[in-house]
Structure formats: structure tokens, C-alpha cells
């Protein structure tokens, strides 16, 4: 009696930009480096965002979730400008579009919101797990800006080096269990143009490796 083939792993991405490291999961799909998966749905907060035309080019579904119908749903109130309100239902709405794609991983390739409860507990709930791309090492630069930063104390001879990984998402902001990760030497860079270069072409190899990773340890649980 023949074993049945496994069926691919089903991946949604969530981007905001021009989609470079969704490029890079796009092409590891179904070779070693990414064996047995596919991207099934890629989600943009935004409009324009180039990664949209590629996910379409590849025949991937695409679907723009703004933020601004929510701001003008839920404005805020007393002067205040962090529409938490309209987060949250952001957020819901937003684990509402992934978990109706059953994927069996989410995939954070610069997306540039932070998400809140209101999307981890109902995806998390459905044992989804989140990964995110982070241009820092584990225990080191958190949160936006950190080329720059980094950039910032390397020309205040405060640091030489800096990294990238792949990591779990949890609500406090880039602290969840690193995947992989990856130093990165800033020497030899004369600018912070060149840092992000240098940076960047680095993130598309380990993001493969970091969804690769995560998706090995769910099947080894059973759940992929």
C-alpha cells in the first residue's frame, strides 16, 4: 500500500513594501532550501506595495488590508493619535483574512505594523504560528529604525557588528524565540546605504532558512 504524499505547506506572507525577501520565499518554494511549500496568500497593509505585483506575477492570491477604514470607523478622541481602537479592529479583521486561508505558517517579510492581541490570540488559537523578520541580533536593537541605529553607534565607534534573524512573534515587540540568526560585520561599510545593502542581502537567504526551520519543528509535531 503506497503512502500518501504530503501535502505542501501552506504559507501566507504579510509585507508592506516591495516584497525583495517575498521574492526570495517565492523562488525556495519546492527546492531543498524550502521543500514542500507553497505561498498561498500575501497580504499588504498597503496599496502600492510592490510585493502585491509580485505575489499576482507568481499566481499567488494578493489581498491590500488598509488601515485607514478603521481610522475613520474608530477616530480617536481627546487629542490622542494612537487609534487604539481602530488597531484592534484592524487586527481582528486581519486574523479573520489569515485564518480563512488556513495556512499553516504566517510569515512577517517587512510588514511594518506592530501586531497587537487582537490578531496573535485568534491566529495562535488555531495553532498558526507567526515568524518575523528582524534586522537585529536576539537581545540587541528592538523595535523600528534598527539599521540605522546600529549604523548611528557604528560611527560613534560604539559598535562593529550587528544581525539579522528569524523569530517568533509575541506581543512584546521583537522578543519572541529567535529561528535563526545571523551576525553581520559593519565594517568596511563607508555608509548607510551600504550597511542596508549589505543587510538586505543577507535577510533573503535567512528568511528561507528561518520558514524552513519553523516548518520543519511543525512537522515534527504532526501539524504540516
Known sequence: MSTPTPQPARITVLISGSGSNLGALISACNTPALPRARITHVISDRKDAYGLTRAADASIKTTYHGIVPYKKKYPDHA??????????AYDADLANLVIAGTPDIVVCAGFMRILTPSFLDPVKAQAIPIINLHPSKPGDL??????????????ANKRTETGIMIHYVVEEVDMGEPIVHETISIQGCTSLSDLETRIHEREHSLIVKGTNSALQKLSKHGKA
Do not use: N, T, V
Open 142 to 155: 528592538i523595535g523600528a529604525g534598527c539599521i540605522q541605529r546600529a549604523w548611528d553607534e557604528f560611527e
Open 79 to 88: 487629542g490622542k493619535s494612537d487609534f487604539h481602537d481602530a488597531r484592534r
